[in-house]
Nanobody
Framework: QVQLVESGGGLVQPGGSLRLSCAAS????????IGWFRQAPGAEREFVSS??????????YYADSVRGRFTISRDNAKNTVYLRMTNLKPEDTAVYYC?????????????????WGQGTQVTVSS
């Protein structure tokens, strides 16, 4: 049974940092595209970042709104993917979800992902 468990969310002041973790079981993250999405109240779930194996190794992809502030990484030995978030802004407030995509598809579209975690709340507020 595939399970993705997010952790690391919390309350942080603007300009602060957090590191989210996505621990996987029932699948090997090295063989999957792993994505991070977020959903704010009343909003659609939106793409944040993803990591995929390419001919150059594992490549990270980012939404324009987080590029330069967020960094995605993975530890295949721990079967875990991380999202390091810096210079956080109030508009980053949302529930953050990780997801796994078994077959190659658009990394930006949530419906192309096969498995999802339960989410972790990130609140950026002074």
């Amino acid at each position: 049974q595939v399970q993705l468990v997010e952790s690391g969310g919390g309350l942080v002041q603007p300009g602060g940092s957090l590191r989210l973790s996505c621990a996987a079981s029932g699948l090997t993250v090295s063989s999957y595209t792993i994505g991070w999405f977020r959903q704010a109240p009343g909003a659609e779930r939106e793409f944040v970042s993803s990591t995929r194996r390419t001919s150059f190794g594992y490549t990270g992809y980012y939404a324009d709104s987080v590029r330069g502030r967020f960094t995605i990484s993975r530890d295949n030995a721990k079967n875990t993917v991380y999202l390091r978030m810096t210079n956080l802004k109030p508009e980053d407030t949302a529930v953050y979800y990780c997801a796994a995509q078994a077959t190659l598809g658009s990394m930006l579209i949530a419906s192309t992902y096969d498995s999802w975690g339960q989410g972790t709340q990130v609140t950026v507020s002074s």
